[in-house]
């Protein structure tokens, strides 16, 4: 199969202008023959469900928690970015491209790129006029900060909890077409699996997690807007619940998965404390912003430190390394996140590491309190650093934070065209589900944009083309596929809930995110894949012979909702081996040892691995077919990544 991207013609900046004029409209009295299916109700599907219900159009929602307001994206923290250039600092729309382009270290299309740096300016006025109350200054205006991978102002922000002000705007505008009655909402279902019918889309398959019902629901189009799949590490900055499982089993019905081994470690996290903890806290990046990032120069300071014989404000300032600042003068410590956590993992390999087990680093801000007042760093950042008091019991207003990279996010995902459309006709991927802005890194700050990106602006003109071709023809669930499709569901619970060994599916998970981050997280070697691949597929077997799944369906069963996504997770985790094994190259987030400069950078091989990685499943227990998407750049030029 060939891998057509659909990317229009012309030049970059009126690609997208020119795409729309040249889509195909639904009329607007038509609109309301069609049912359009959304699975997840974060950033990305509570904006397509509102939006799409305002067009007229009969949406059904589905969430697994019991209110769209549960949605992770709530978590995230520092802001959102937008080429306003309100600071007249020199940012631009093709300034924004250049620099998500480069932060993800090319390997991301240049037409979705510069398609996201569009549509950031219309977002923040999209979302000022829903309430959400980002940050002014004193005269009213819009304020900004700054990002790692950025030399601009860019970063609209409400405190430090910007993420769940953006949600509360677009769960607004849904609940506006939910009482409408143009948008039907189903909270406590978790879709299993997608129907397909001459293979389209039609429909999904959902369990009720209150009840165990398994029911079909049919549509004319599904939209996957189910986020990433970080908890594949089991410790991740995403909610517990946050999981593959939607985006897996569309993958097992056809559509490809990209760029998998593409993940994203934050540098700013709360350390790691001990094997008791289901999940790890986010420190928005927004705090790099002001506070200075730091390790002992000595091995003979650090070890003073981890013993607590001396304390962090006690450490004079000649021996401290400033090591962000050193390498990279020209962004300090508004480098690209992977750029930071390579650099902190650095330190501790070399001893240098601070707290009780040394796997950490000093996130200190005495400089700006003491250049601002603790005052202003409160207004900026008091929640969080509310937050991390209640956490680990420390005041970083009078001692340095300790932080040190953890997952967060995910750059792959379904592939999809410039349409947003899987490898499944009618089946599209919005937001962290898919792989398609991001290339290698994600640059802070552009998770919220590309979601609010892709429901508010772009799938309403994509979605129309697909329908205005296929027709407003019924669909319902009469048709054999769906009860087909039901059975399988049922086979693989009834599966599931005969596991009766000895060993919970939350063991498992902990082993299996143990492999994942040791051999396939902050750096890779061939030779710790290969094993990685092994130590999984030994797990996998395992799993299905001793793991235990207790209860009944015709319940409440959080032990066969965990062991289901567990499954898939294990599978999952053996592709993102594959892909890591394959992509013989460091790019981004993707660090491969043998492959470096000699400064410790990622080096990439444009020659050979300057393509999108897109994944065929080809039935269980086979290996997947590799496809290839090659990558082309007209407007930027390919080089090194350099930010000293």
Excluded at 31 to 49: H, N, Q, W
Excluded at 390 to 400: A, C, G, M, V
Excluded at 511 to 536: D, N, P, S
Aim: contains cysteine; aromatic residues 10%; neutral net charge.
């Amino acid at each position: 199969m060939t891998l057509d991207a659909k990317i229009p013609q012309g030049p970059l900046a009126e690609k997208w202008s020119k795409h729309k004029f040249d889509l195909k409209l639904v009329n607007p009295a038509n609109k309301r023959k069609y049912d359009i299916i959304i699975v997840g109700t974060g950033l990305a599907g509570a904006s397509a469900a509102a939006t799409l219900g305002e067009l007229g159009y009969n949406v059904k929602a589905f969430c697994f928690q019991d209110s769209p307001r549960r949605a992770h994206s709530i978590a995230a923290q520092g802001g959102i970015n937008a080429a306003k250039n309100y600071q007249n600092d020199g940012d631009s729309v093709f300034r924004l491209f250049y620099d998500t382009i480069k932060g993800g270290d090319y390997r991301a299309r240049e037409a979705n790129v510069h398609r996201l740096a569009e549509v950031s300016v219309n977002i923040i006025d999209q979302c000022v006029a829903q309430g959400v109350p980002f940050a002014r200054e004193y005269g009213g205006l819009l304020d900004n900060r700054s990002f790692g991978g950025s030399q601009v102002s860019r970063t609209f922000y409400a405190r430090g909890q910007t993420g769940q002000q953006l949600l509360l705007g677009a769960y607004s505008a849904l609940n506006r077409q939910i009482h409408a009655g143009k948008v039907k909402m189903y909270t406590r279902h978790e879709m299993l699996d997608v129907v397909t019918i001459d293979g389209h889309a039609k429909g999904i398959v959902t369990r009720n997690m209150l009840t165990g019902a398994i029911d079909t629901h049919a549509g004319h189009a599904v939209l996957l807007c189910t986020g990433g799949y970080s908890n594949v590490f089991y410790l991740s900055t995403n909610a517990i619940g946050s999981n593959v499982t939607a985006a897996w089993r569309a993958h097992k019905r056809g559509a490809f998965f990209g760029n998998p081994c593409y993940t994203q470690i934050h540098p700013t996290c709360i350390p790691v404390t001990g094997d008791h903890q289901s999940k790890l806290t986010l420190m928005s990046e927004s705090l790099r912003n002001d506070g200075r990032v730091w390790a002992p120069k000595t091995v003979e300071i650090a070890e003073q430190l981890r013993k607590g014989t001396l304390k962090a404000d006690q450490v004079k300032e000649d021996d401290r390394d400033y090591f962000l600042e050193r390498k990279y003068p020209a962004f300090g410590n508004l480098v690209p996140r992977d750029v930071a956590s390579r650099n902190a993992k650095e330190m501790v390999e070399e001893g240098r590491g601070v707290g009780g087990s040394g796997f950490a680093v000093f996130l200190d801000f005495a400089d700006a309190i003491k250049r601002l007042g603790e005052e202003t760093v409160k207004a900026k950042y008091g929640n969080l650093f509310d937050m991390y008091i209640q956490i680990t019991d420390e005041n970083p207003y009078k001692q340095p934070m300790r932080i040190y990279p953890a997952v967060h996010y995910t750059m792959g995902g379904l592939w999809v065209d410039y349409n947003l459309s899987t490898t499944i006709p009618g089946l599209y991927a919005l937001g962290e589900c898919n792989f398609s802005d991001h290339g290698a890194n994600r640059l802070g700050a552009s998770a919220l944009m590309q979601g609010l990106s892709d429901g508010y602006f772009v799938i309403p003109y994509t979605l129309g083309d697909y329908l205005a071709k296929t027709g407003p023809k019924k669909v319902d669930t009469s048709h054999p596929a769906f009860e087909q499709t039901k059975q399988d569901v049922i086979a693989h619970v009834n599966k599931l809930l005969a596991l009766k060994g000895n060993k919970t599916t939350n063991e498992y998970h902990r082993e299996l995110g143990h492999i994942m981050w040791e051999y396939c997280g902050m750096a890779r070697t061939e030779e710790g894949l290969k094993k990685a691949k092994g130590l999984i597929q030994a797990l996998k077997a395992d799993f299905w012979k001793n793991a235990i799944v207790t209860g009944e369906n015709e319940e409440v069963n959080a032990s066969l909702e965990r062991a289901g996504r567990v499954a898939d997770f294990i599978e999952l985790g053996e592709l993102m081996i594959d892909d890591a094994l394959m992509r013989k190259e460091s790019c981004g987030g993707h660090f491969r040892v043998e492959s470096q400069t000699a400064d410790g950078e990622a080096l990439r091989d444009d020659e050979n691995f300057a393509f999108v990685a897109a994944w065929e499943f080809k039935g269980e227990n086979q290996p997947e077919e590799l496809h290839k998407e090659q990558l082309t750049f007209e407007a930027v030029h390919l080089s090194q990544r350099n930010y000293a």
